[in-house]
């Protein structure tokens, strides 16, 4: 069985829906509270390419933080924004299920069930 790791924040519906759906299915994924035990910068690089996207792609756009930081700015480079999220991690996308060498956003929650081995 391929080992699952979901990168969770309990506050935020969407996330506990996703994990409700795997644990619904008898799985029980490695749980990564994000806020409280933020990924390194090689750590984020290493989730963007599971993920096939972008850092600006993985940003949150609606938190305070974006704004405050000035993220709108399309001359940022990938590292910056990595950066900004390593140091901000309320800044990145949730919920993220890890299955292997695949990994997928939860929104909606049911898309964490398209990349189940």
Request: hydrophobic residues 40%; charged residues 25%; aromatic residues 2%.
């Amino acid at each position: 069985m391929t080992e699952l790791t979901l990168y969770h924040n309990p506050r935020c519906s969407k996330s506990r829906g996703a994990l409700e759906l795997l644990e619904a299915r008898g799985l029980a994924p490695t749980i990564v509270r994000y806020l409280e035990t933020p990924p390194g910068a090689d750590q984020l690089r290493d989730l963007l390419a599971k993920l096939g996207l972008t850092a600006r792609q993985l940003l949150r756009t609606g938190e305070d933080e974006y704004k405050a930081l000035g993220l709108d700015d399309t001359s940022l480079s990938e590292e910056q924004l990595i950066a900004a999220m390593t140091a901000h991690p309320k800044l990145i996308e949730r919920p993220i299920l890890i299955a292997g060498d695949k990994a997928v956003v939860g929104r909606p929650p049911e898309k964490v069930l398209e990349i189940l081995p």
